[in-house]
């Protein structure tokens, strides 16, 4: 799996667009980028994942570059209920079917209002 | 739809005692996973199924059993409780038809004296 590096933690305010940035310099040709959060008390929750370019959902959108050594989750109008963890993982077919993730710490993403 | 049920949601063990954690799910999924998160830290793999009648170590198996008893359930025992397994543990479980996406339970707090 490839190692990933993000911030330990964020701060931003209420309706500002919020964007965390992962690195992942060895990243695999065949490797998927995803991201999860976690609230406090509760277990991870799947928000999106993409392999190259842009993809977006209803809740963020995931900026991948063409190199794809880095990307970048994008959380439009934050508000104090996304206050969370939120961690990078990357990892390829063979790691997916064995559920082999690795979260690292994660970027704790504090909303003020 | 339940989706990921856990029990107990806390549970209190004297050192070498023993006991069982339960999960269900009712997606229908084949893979099941036990996840601990230690405080300030990613969650780490203990154990998987990636289907029924079959389980296999993931990073942190020492001091665990599983049992997946049929598609639904994947309960892990700890025989003798240690005040190193003091944990938050999460079961989760995937649809195979998405790479990483994993449905997480919502844990249950362990606490060994």
């Known amino acids: 799996l490839a190692k990933t590096t993000q911030p330990i933690s964020m701060d931003s305010y209420e309706g500002q667009e919020v964007n965390i940035t992962c690195s992942h310099n060895?990243?695999?040709?065949?490797?998927?980028i995803t991201w999860y959060q976690q609230f406090p008390s509760q277990g991870p929750r799947f928000i999106i994942q993409?392999?190259?370019t842009k993809v977006t959902n209803e809740v963020a959108s995931l900026f991948i570059p063409a190199d794809r050594k880095s990307s970048t989750l994008s959380l439009p109008r934050v508000s104090l209920s996304d206050t969370a963890v939120y961690y990078c993982?990357?990892?390829?077919?063979?790691?997916?079917?064995?559920?082999?993730?690795?979260f690292g710490q994660g970027t704790t993403l504090q909303v003020k209002p | 739809n339940a989706g990921v049920t856990q029990t107990p949601k806390f549970q209190v063990l004297k050192t070498g005692q023993s006991m069982t954690l339960q999960c269900a799910q009712d997606?229908?999924?084949?893979?099941m996973y036990w996840y601990r998160q230690d405080p300030g830290m990613g969650l780490r793999l203990i154990y998987y199924?990636?289907?029924?009648?079959?389980?296999d170590k993931g990073e942190v198996p020492n001091g665990y059993n599983v049992s997946r008893l049929n598609k639904r359930e994947f309960s892990l025992r700890l025989e003798s409780a240690a005040p190193s397994q003091t944990s938050v543990y999460f079961c989760?479980?995937?649809?195979?038809?998405?790479?990483?996406?994993?449905?997480f339970g919502p844990g249950t707090r362990l606490t060994v004296t």
């Open positions: 989760a479980s995937k649809n195979s038809q998405v790479p990483y996406e994993q449905y």
């Open positions: 060895n990243i695999a040709t065949n490797d998927y």
């Open positions: 993409g392999y190259k």
């Open positions: 993982l990357v990892g390829g077919p063979y790691s997916s079917n064995t559920g082999k993730l690795i």
């Open positions: 997606m229908n999924h084949n893979s």
């Open positions: 199924s990636a289907s029924e009648g079959t389980t």
